[in-house]
Nanobody, 125 residues
Framework: QVQLVESGGGLVQAGDSLRLSCAAS????????MGWFRQAPRKEREFVASINWSSGSTYYANSVKGRFTISRDTAKNTVYLQMNSLKPEDTAVYYC??????????????????WGQGTQVSVSS
């Protein structure tokens, strides 16, 4: 069973940057896809970005394309989400997740079996 722990959230102003980290432990990652999701109050959880652990291929939601970058450090078993040009509408709890399904890309929360506890990102205008 994979354990995921997110960090790096906080309160920033519009236009600022943040980098989220997700440390993974307890699993073998060569076959995993790691993803970032977010959930704003009274909204459904939505896909943000994903990365194929072995190949490094990435995929983004249209709403963050060009502003967010997902990356991984295989030596540290850590995935990152660099968020630039943040907007108030990016405010949400951000979750790290992983899946063993061998399909690409996967964007539905139901396809990801392990989740972190989430980290709050708040962007003021």
């Amino acid at each position: 069973q994979v354990q995921l722990v997110e960090s790096g959230g906080g309160l920033v102003q519009a236009g600022d940057s943040l980098r989220l980290s997700c440390a993974a432990s307890g699993g073998i990652f060569t076959a995993y896809t790691m993803g970032w999701f977010r959930q704003a109050p009274r909204k459904e959880r939505e896909f943000v970005a994903s990365i194929n652990w072995s190949s490094g291929s990435t995929y983004y939601a249209n709403s963050v394309k060009g502003r967010f970058t997902i990356s991984r450090d295989t030596a540290k078993n850590t995935v990152y989400l660099q968020m630039n040009s943040l907007k108030p509408e990016d405010t949400a709890v951000y979750y790290c997740a992983c899946t063993t399904l061998r399909m690409w890309p996967l964007t539905a929360p139901r396809d990801f079996g392990s989740w972190g506890q989430g980290t709050q990102v708040s962007v003021s205008s």
